[in-house]
């Protein structure tokens, strides 16, 4: 099964300078996104199988994360490490619907939805060059 998904959103990260080195923050923000199955082939006995068209949904997050640097070479070469998690909300589309499709046999079935996204967990280790 495939799933692609994009996300616009924004956060806001005020910053804390631990030291002349290191800084330390915290993040929340918004988002929105929207995700799309690709068509399923599924298999009901043997030498049957039929394809559930393509689906898709949108939703709504709120990031919420915490992030740490360190210059390695001060002021041009930062080490990172940031830990975001997002729970989704206010999900809607074709893929928490029940959709038909049509069997081997040629009739119409009613294929189930897919269960909802609870979020998604993203930890980033960056290495950056400042200019």
């Given at each position: 099964?495939?799933?692609?998904?994009?996300?616009?959103?924004?956060?806001?990260?005020p910053?804390?300078?631990?030291?002349?080195?290191?800084?330390?923050?915290?993040?929340?923000?918004?988002?929105w996104?929207?995700?799309?199955?690709?068509?399923?082939?599924?298999?009901?006995?043997?030498?049957?199988?039929?394809?559930?068209?393509?689906?898709n949904?949108?939703?709504?997050?709120?990031?919420?994360g915490?992030?740490?640097?360190?210059?390695?070479?001060?002021?041009?070469?930062?080490?990172?490490?940031?830990?975001?998690?997002?729970?989704?909300?206010?999900?809607?589309?074709?893929?928490?619907?029940?959709?038909?499709?049509?069997?081997?046999?040629?009739?119409?079935?009613?294929?189930?939805?897919?269960?909802?996204?609870?979020?998604?967990?993203?930890?980033?280790l960056?290495?950056?060059?400042?200019l």
């Amino acid at each position: 099964l495939t799933l692609e998904t994009f996300v616009f959103g924004a956060r806001l990260a005020p910053t804390y300078e631990l030291n002349s080195r290191a800084r330390a923050w915290l993040s929340v923000g918004v988002g929105w996104g929207r995700f799309q199955y690709q068509a399923q082939t599924i298999t009901d006995g043997p030498d049957k199988t039929f394809e559930v068209p393509r689906r898709n949904g949108v939703f709504a997050e709120v990031p919420v994360g915490v992030g740490i640097a360190y210059d390695v070479v001060p002021r041009w070469v930062a080490l990172s490490y940031e830990a975001v998690f997002a729970p989704a909300f206010g999900q809607s589309g074709l893929a928490h619907e029940i959709v038909p499709a049509v069997d081997a046999d040629g009739k119409t079935r009613d294929v189930g939805p897919l269960g909802a996204t609870e979020g998604s967990f993203v930890q980033t280790l960056g290495l950056s060059l400042i200019l």
